[in-house]
């Protein structure tokens, strides 16, 4: 069962440490929290940043970003189905993450994968990726979250 059908309408979830996501019908609300310090609260705008940029691009595997203030202060992802323990210990993280021209960068737990329209998405990737497409970043300004992103 990889849909919504039986996930509370309206929860909260406290799980990273640089995010506080509200979960809400079909939408994932992901604001910094302030609640571990100014240096976590710095990652999640960083985390939230690098979101819109990918979350935004034509890469696949990462759960799509709807919608974002400038500057990392606020995203939304469609909400996910997030992936369970059991499901995790028969996926394989390392053929979904390392792609043939980008990597996803998620970190290889089973909470930062879900399940959108059947089909498995990184929730949790908001650190840059090390590996991507030539001149992905390179000189490309329209990267920057202010911007419309390319790909
Ligand atoms: N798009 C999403 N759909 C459903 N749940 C999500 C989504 N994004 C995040 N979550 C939930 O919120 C938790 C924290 O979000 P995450 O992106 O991992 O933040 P952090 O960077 O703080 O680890 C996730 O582990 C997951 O349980
Ligand atoms: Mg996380």
């Given at each position: ?15 990273g440490?640089?995010?506080l996501?509200i979960?809400?019908?079909?939408w994932a ?10 240096r976590?609260f ?6 939230n940043?690098?979101?819109a ?7 696949e ?5 709807v919608?974002?203030i400038?500057?990392?202060w606020?995203?939304?992802?469609r909400r996910?189905r997030?992936?369970t323990?059991a ?16 990597q996803?960068?998620a970190?290889?737990k ?7 329209d059947?089909q498995?998405?990184?929730?949790d990737y ?12 390179q000189g ?7 911007r419309?992103?390319i790909?």
């Amino acid at each position: 069962m990889s849909g919504l059908a039986k996930q509370p309408p309206l929860a909260i979830s406290g799980r990273g440490v640089t995010r506080l996501v509200i979960l809400a019908g079909p939408w994932a609300i992901k604001a910094p929290r302030p609640d571990y310090g100014w240096r976590l609260f710095l990652h999640g705008l960083l985390c939230n940043m690098t979101e819109a940029v990918f979350g935004r691009s034509a890469l696949e595997g990462f759960c799509p970003v709807v919608w974002h203030i400038p500057g990392g202060w606020l995203l939304v992802q469609r909400r996910a189905r997030v992936m369970t323990e059991a499901e995790f210990a028969t996926f394989d993280v390392a053929a979904f993450c390392d792609r043939e021209t980008y990597q996803i960068a998620a970190e290889t737990k089973a909470d930062s994968f879900g399940w959108i329209d059947g089909q498995v998405v990184a929730i949790d990737y908001g650190e840059p990726p090390h590996r991507l497409p030539v001149g992905w970043w390179q000189g490309n300004r329209r990267l920057s979250a202010f911007r419309e992103p390319i790909g």
